[in-house]
């Protein structure tokens, strides 16, 4: 039995790998324990995992809602920098807590969200091993693959890779103010510094990913402490939402989200609502708690359910189609389904997640500088009647199956970083 920290970057979509992972890694006698801001605790103690707070003269409770509603509503590069750009303040807050928090905690092992600043670097400063989770796209850096910041196909020319190896270098100069945070604390410590987040950061004895095996572009050089494991979810970390399944029509099902993050782009969803208006389809459309303006998304056509928060995974089991911004949560519950997409990404890592969606045959894709209501709905027909999609979504489905990725994932934790 171990005393195991938890460090999950404070969005919906990394708090639920990290949870999920956490209870199976309890179930097995484990003492697990987050660590994060106040306004997590209630997430991760509502599913009955133990808290300690981190960071409340910073960042005191009701302070993350505005900051993501104001987040929910950009795009591209401006959501890209706004993020990232509060990234240099958590790690002094990480750097200031919790040193003395994991002492006292007695943490014998860490799991570290990519993500989250200033975790690999106490981690390192106090001996204590830990793992790696991709909750998003696998980041490591390799110049054959493009960065899932951008939705490059891949291209295995010279061309593809020079293409390629100035992206990985725009993101690493666009990640420099989070590193140089990170090395105040290094150089204060007696660490190395940090040259490359997206490398020098991750853990050099586990990192594990949630996409499924195949779900990515060929990577012969990743060494063999990366593992891909597939979706780390958990039945009892889920959200629940209320639904009338009886308003459900039986004609073929359209699930739409955009996820819990950039939600209050409105105008995406009228596009959406007005592409599937004319199909002999149902949609249903998640908001996921965004900020909606009624007036400027216009009627909900007849065809159609808008709805505030969703049960997603249940009702991608009954879909035939689901249109994405492309987070990778929503990706690979898909694929868990055997559910082909329509991605439409609007930042972060959304973009090379549509990519592999491309890649794989799993879907199809448009950009937000293309979209409208007819692209969209032409791109729907399209997965809906072309059996290549489904099909390759349903391999995937298979593999996921037959795998077990939480028990993987603990497997690999008990096995490389709690035994060390």
């Known amino acids: 039995m171990a005393n195991i920290g938890f460090l999950s970057l404070n969005l919906t979509s990394h708090l639920n790998v990290g949870m999920s992972l956490a209870k199976e890694l309890e179930a097995r006698g484990h003492n697990v324990t987050f660590f994060n801001i106040p306004d997590v605790k209630r997430v991760v103690t509502d599913r009955g995992l133990r808290f300690v707070e981190m960071g409340s003269k910073e960042l005191p409770e009701g302070t993350l809602q505005p900051l993501l509603e104001q987040l929910s509503k950009l795009q591209g590069n401006d959501a890209f920098a706004f993020l990232f750009a509060g990234m240099t303040g958590l790690t002094h807050i990480a750097a200031g807590y919790l040193p003395d928090l994991l002492r006292n905690e007695k943490i014998d092992?860490?799991?570290?969200?990519?993500?989250?600043?200033?975790?690999?670097?106490?981690?390192?400063?106090?001996?204590?091993?830990?793992?790696?989770?991709?909750?998003?796209?696998?980041?490591?850096?390799?110049?054959?693959?493009?960065?899932p910041k951008f939705s490059c196909d891949y291209d295995p020319s010279e061309a593809g890779i020079e293409?390629?190896?100035?992206?990985?270098?725009?993101?690493?100069?666009?990640?420099?103010p989070w590193t140089d945070a990170e090395n105040i604390h290094r150089e204060a410590w007696g660490l190395p510094p940090f040259h490359n987040m997206v490398v020098d950061s991750f853990s050099p004895i586990a990192q594990i990913s949630q996409q499924p095996k195949g779900f990515?572009?060929?990577?012969?050089?990743l060494p063999d402490h990366v593992h891909y494991v597939g979706p780390l979810t958990h039945p009892s970390i889920r959200r629940s939402a209320d639904f009338d399944w009886e308003k459900l029509n039986g004609k073929p099902l359209v699930y739409a989200s955009l996820g819990t993050l950039q939600n209050g782009l409105n105008w995406v969803y009228k596009a959406i609502l007005e592409a599937c208006a004319p199909l002999d389809i149902q949609l249903v459309l998640s908001t996921g708690g965004g900020p909606v303006d009624e007036a400027e998304?216009?009627?909900?056509?007849?065809?159609?359910?808008?709805?505030?928060?969703?049960?997603?995974?249940?009702?991608?089991?009954?879909?035939?189609?689901?249109?994405?911004?492309g987070g990778l949560n929503t990706a690979v519950e898909c694929l868990t389904h055997g559910v082909p997409m329509v991605a439409v990404p609007i930042t972060h890592e959304q973009p090379g997640v549509a990519a592999r969606i491309r890649y794989t045959n799993t879907g199809r894709s448009i950009s937000l500088?293309?979209?409208?209501?007819?692209?969209?709905?032409?791109?729907?027909?399209?997965?809906?009647?072309?059996?290549?999609?489904?099909?390759?979504?349903?391999?995937?489905?298979?593999?996921?199956?037959?795998t077990n990725p939480l028990k993987k994932a603990a497997d690999i934790i008990e096995r490389d970083v709690v035994r060390k």
């Open 109 to 147: 092992a860490l799991v570290i969200d990519q993500l989250f600043a200033g975790g690999a670097t106490v981690a390192q400063h106090l001996n204590i091993p830990f793992a790696s989770i991709a909750s998003a796209v696998l980041l490591n850096r390799w110049d054959g693959a493009p960065n």
């Open 163 to 176: 293409r390629n190896r100035k992206h990985w270098e725009q993101v690493r100069e666009e990640w420099k």
């Open 369 to 402: 500088d293309e979209l409208d209501a007819h692209r969209l709905r032409e791109l729907v027909k399209d997965v809906l009647v072309n059996p290549l999609y489904r099909e390759q979504a349903k391999k995937f489905q298979l593999q996921i199956a037959k």
């Open 216 to 221: 990515d572009f060929p990577r012969p050089d």
């Open 297 to 325: 998304i216009g009627a909900v056509p007849n065809n159609a359910l808008m709805v505030n928060f969703a049960p997603q995974f249940d009702l991608l089991a009954r879909s035939s189609l689901c249109i994405t911004h």
